[in-house]
């Protein structure tokens, strides 16, 4: 059983798919994000990590060439910091940012040219 866009699933729904894969012997993997635009885990992404045999990490680049942890939201070029986590039908888009241009606000290089 293969579930996409795990992060949006509640606790008592990881628990399930715990219990498929107990009760009769069904792999179930699990693809989605660890956390939100905020940097928080999302519900069903902390539940997962509890419970999973293994946790496979598919690595992003930042534009800086870190490693990407972070997923900004990003409306109108600016990055946005509070509102739902859940967001469907908005003209908002994610980018992915290593933790230091997340925090720096920094969704891409400085018209510069400055390297951070
Ligand atoms: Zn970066």
Not at 4 to 23: G, K, N, W
Not at 63 to 91: I, P, S
Request: glycine fraction near 8%; charge should be negative.
């Amino acid at each position: 059983m293969i579930v996409d866009e795990a992060q949006f699933l509640t606790e008592a729904q990881v628990d399930q798919l715990s219990d498929i894969a107990d009760r009769y012997d069904i792999p179930v993997l699990c693809y989605g994000l660890r956390t939100d635009f905020m940097g928080r885990l999302f519900e069903g992404s902390r539940r997962l990590m509890e419970l999973a045999d293994s946790i496979e990490e598919i690595k992003t680049v930042c534009w800086c060439g870190r490693k990407a942890t972070f997923n900004a939201r990003v409306q109108d070029g600016h990055m946005v910091r509070d509102g739902a986590q859940v967001l469907l039908g908005g003209n908002e888009s994610y980018i992915s940012l290593c933790r230091r241009h997340y925090k720096a606000g920094m969704i891409a290089p400085a018209d510069c040219g400055a390297r951070m």
